[in-house]
Each structure stands twice: as structure tokens, then as C-alpha cells.
């Protein structure tokens, strides 16, 4: 069975630039989140993704936009980007939404690690 | 953005001492999630609780949910090195509107 893959794993942009990131879901898993983990802190919520729509969303401007594609896997993109984008975006992939049947918990991802300059 | 109340920030015990830490908010959560994050890595899942007043064992590892739903705790019996890492309490929140809402974190360092 195969994790959750997260690419690339390193970035350095510079500010005002765009930036995709990308994510492979556990096998079986039809769910995908993102978050924004700054250094010292928590993770922070994004969005998730469930069977190709957007299913819930944290308190991030327009400019962090995502995509799940049919076979699940998933990409995060952020338009002109700040100096406070800087950080580790993880991936986290389930099955079914939470509360429902076929609901299990997230497996995350090692993360990709943005700088902006 | 909005985090829980972690506690404490940082503990640093011996080797075979137990821990203890946890975590409140001011918002109900259906489903309250202890992970823990080694250095390069993505959270790890430790134990899930989705009752109010549940109580779950996982190895050394015992964590509440709290009867008001708006805390948990997470206790580590008989500590050893390789627990040492940062652990998260998270909150879950959804179905069709999901949010899943972390802590600060609890940096724990065993001394051999």
C-alpha cells in the first residue's frame, strides 16, 4: 500500500510569484486536505477536497486555490505570494467524509517545504 | 488563524516518568485527534476519540475526551526515548463543512 507522496519535497520562490504543489492520496482514499504549517506552530486547515469538490475551507484569502482530479491525487496553488507563505504545506489524504461510514482518519504526508524570498 | 489551547509548550522529563498535557477550546468538536510529528515528517496519528467522556488506550498511550467537548487529554505512561517529538491535539468539525483545527504543540524531550 502506498503513503500519502507529496512533491517536490524542497521550493524557493520569490514574492508575487505563483506556486503548485502536489499530492499523491493513500490507495483506497478518496478525500484530500491541505495545510499551511508556519515554523514552531500547528498545522493550519486550508481546504479539503472529497470526490472532486471542495468540501470545507479555513480561513485562507482566494489567492490558496486547490484541485482533485479523478483519480484523487490533488494540487494546491497559491497566486502572488507573500513573504508569510513561507512555510511547510502538508497533505493529508482519508476515505469518505468525516462522521459517515466509510470514514477513516487522515494519513499526512512528509510535507513540501516553500520558501519565499 | 485559529488555534486550540495547547498545554504545556515544552516538557523534558526522565526516562520511565509519565507525561501528561492537553487541550481546551471554545468551540465543540465532534472528534478530538492526539497526532505526533517527528522532525521532516508529517503528523502521525496517536489515537482518535469520538465520544464525549470517551476514554481510549493505545500502548502506553491513554487520551479523553472531554465531557463537555471542548477539551481533551493525553497521558504517556513509562516514557522512553523514542517519544520524544512534538504532539498536537486537533479538533474535528464536519461532514460537508469540515475544519480540522490543531493545537500549538506539546515539544516533548525524554533524557536517557
Known amino acids: 500500500e502506498t503513503g500519502v507522496t507529496q512533491s517536490p519535497t524542497h521550493l524557493i520562490k520569490t514574492r508575487g510569484q505563483q506556486v503548485t504543489l502536489r499530492c499523491s492520496s493513500q490507495?483506497?482514499?478518496?478525500?484530500v486536505s491541505w495545510y499551511q504549517q508556519a515554523l514552531g506552530q500547528g498545522p493550519q486547515f486550508i481546504f479539503q477536497?472529497?470526490?472532486?469538490?471542495?468540501?470545507g475551507r479555513g480561513n485562507f484569502p482566494p489567492r490558496f486555490s486547490g484541485l482533485q482530479f479523478p483519480n484523487y491525487s490533488s494540487e494546491l496553488n497559491v497566486n502572488a505570494l507573500e513573504l508569510d507563505d513561507s512555510a511547510l504545506y502538508l497533505c493529508?489524504?482519508?476515505?469518505?467524509?468525516?462522521?459517515?461510514?466509510?470514514?477513516?482518519?487522515?494519513?499526512f504526508g512528509p510535507g513540501t517545504r516553500l520558501t519565499v524570498l | 488563524g485559529q488555534q486550540l489551547n495547547q498545554s504545556p509548550q515544552s516538557m523534558f522529563i526522565q526516562e520511565g516518568e509519565d507525561v501528561s498535557m492537553n487541550c481546551t477550546s471554545s468551540s465543540i468538536f465532534n472528534t478530538w485527534l492526539w497526532y505526533k510529528q517527528d522532525p521532516g515528517e508529517g503528523p502521525v496519528l496517536l489515537i482518535a476519540?469520538?465520544?464525549?467522556?470517551e476514554l481510549t488506550s493505545n500502548g502506553r498511550l491513554t487520551a479523553q475526551f472531554g465531557i463537555t467537548r471542548k477539551d481533551s487529554f493525553l497521558n504517556i505512561s513509562a516514557s522512553i526515548p523514542s517519544d520524544v517529538g512534538i504532539y498536537f491535539c486537533a479538533g474535528e468539525s464536519g461532514g460537508s463543512n469540515y475544519k480540522l483545527t490543531f493545537g500549538k504543540g506539546t515539544l516533548l524531550t525524554v533524557n536517557p
Open positions: 476519540l469520538y465520544k464525549a467522556g
Open positions: 493529508a489524504s482519508s476515505s469518505g467524509l468525516a462522521g459517515g461510514p466509510e470514514y477513516n482518519e487522515q494519513f
Open positions: 490507495s483506497g482514499h478518496n478525500t
Open positions: 477536497y472529497y470526490r472532486e469538490e471542495e468540501n
